[in-house]
């Protein structure tokens, strides 16, 4: 198949063309041509207004539910949403049943995600069956085609065991990658501990036990001079304590959602268990903190923390709602909503260079003679999710029928081309 991609801006600051507007002609699956005014003849053209094209974007922390709980997402469906969303790559958790903590689960993981458009990346277990008691074999699984190593939704507790999870992924240059939350402090909150729980009358999961968890893997990481990505950071102490071991010259990346910079806990007051996620959603001081560091490049990656969940764990009270929101398809126009004067360079950069570099992706970008891995996407035109287009098997989002800022026009993956 021939594609040509007219009159693009180019936001890849691996490319030569970075900056600048050009013709782009990709036959095969790979780019034969970059140039000013390309009269190639082709099955497919790709114009309009305003489009920007870069690397592929990445997601690093989705939940696609296979094996095991196939009834709130599966590879196949997970994968029609990431592409929905401009995602070339996800990364998925190893929260499934069995759990991706052996050598066969990463490999059913791989097999079954190779007929899709996106790569399907999946994140070994730091632990057995994510058990936080003995740590699995990450060599074999990475040897299988692990990408990286979490227990996922249930971040490692254990001090010494994850002290050894770091040591060991040194070996092969493997990353660690946690939420940061301790499940020992606030265990039975539901929100944010602060004003607006008092308000609503619901338990509270205060912001020390985010930040005490991230300053105990730091040091940690620390001792190990390994590599760790936190994922999910709600507070703006989490990210000043993140910033601070960056400058020590640590190996440590962080990652924020999108809905952590649209909502703040003041946004429960309608009990909207769509708001129920984990971490929670903190103060207004902390949302606007988050943003700000977004803006100083104090972020390294957007997360869209995809986590799909049925109907029967979201339409009930709010204490008996399970967390999570699904946001692959959303992720984009939600944060590009909130912070419209970010430049493409600047998207590019979060939702797909540094996650390349961080994870040791391929980042050919794009170049004459490459692999065209690319997203073309336009931050002026709009995105509505609706019933209609909703890829997911789930249906927990907030933002249902909200037109956002912000739409992904095309992406080109594995020879594959996919108009939206």
């Known amino acids: 198949m021939k594609v040509l991609l007219s009159k693009v801006f180019i936001a890849d ?14 036959e095969n699956g790979v780019i034969k041509s970059i140039a000013v005014n390309i009269n190639e003849q082709a099955d497919e053209i790709i114009a309009g207004d305003n489009l920007v094209v870069s690397q592929g974007w990445v997601d690093i922390f989705s939940h696609f539910n296979e ?32 759990t991706l903590s052996t050598k066969a689960q990463i490999e059913f993981i791989k097999n079954k995600g190779s007929n899709n458009a996106v790569n399907v990346l999946p994140i070994g277990a730091v632990t057995k069956n994510i058990e936080g008691k003995d740590l699995a074999e990450m060599y074999d699984m ?39 939350v301790d499940k020992s402090i606030g265990t039975h909150g539901l929100m944010n501990e602060g004003i607006a729980s008092t308000q ?30 936190i994922t999910g950071v709600s507070t703006a102490k ?6 601070e071991a960056k400058q020590e010259g640590l190996q440590i990346t962080c990652s924020v959602t999108p809905y952590h910079l649209y909502f703040c806990d003041e946004d429960l007051k309608e009990y909207d268990t769509n708001l129920k996620v984990n971490p929670p959603l903190r103060t207004k001081e902390d949302m606007l903190a988050l943003r700000k560091a977004v803006i100083d490049g104090n972020v390294d990656c957007i997360a869209s923390h995809h986590f799909p969940q049925d109907i029967d ?20 126009a939600v944060f590009n909503e909130v912070l419209p004067e970010l430049s493409v360079e600047q998207i590019a950069n979060l939702f797909t260079n540094n996650a390349r570099k961080i994870f040791g992706l391929d980042s050919s970008g794009i170049n004459i003679n490459a692999q065209a891995t690319v997203t ?15 890829k997911s098997l789930s249906a927990n989002s907030p933002f249902f029928n909200q037109s956002l800022k912000g739409k992904v026009i095309a992406v080109i993956n594995k020879g594959l081309l996919k108009r939206l």
């Open 200 to 229: 609503l009358g619901l338990a509270g999961i205060p912001a020390i036990a985010e930040e005490i968890i991230i300053k105990r893997d730091i040091d940690l990481l620390r001792y190990t001079q390994s590599k760790l990505h």
């Open 376 to 390: 073309v996407f336009n931050k002026t035109s709009s995105t509505v999710l609706m019933k209609e287009n909703n």
């Open 67 to 98: 094996p095991g709980f196939e009834f709130k997402e599966t590879i196949t469906s997970g994968s029609a949403a990431a592409l929905s969303g401009g995602y070339t790559d996800v990364f998925v958790l190893p929260n499934t049943n069995p």
């Open 313 to 332: 764990n979201k339409i009930c009270e709010f204490e008996a709602a399970k967390n999570g929101m699904i946001g692959l398809q959303t992720s984009f």
């Open 13 to 26: 600051e691996s490319s030569p063309y970075n900056q600048s507007v050009q013709d782009i002609f990709i």
């Open 238 to 243: 989490g990210i000043q304590l993140i910033n």
């Open 142 to 180: 990475y040897n299988s085609g692990a990408i990286a190593f979490s227990d996922g939704l249930t971040p490692v507790q254990n001090s010494g065991l994850l002290l050894k999870a770091l040591q060991y992924v040194k070996a092969f240059g493997g990353t660690i990658i946690q939420m940061p």
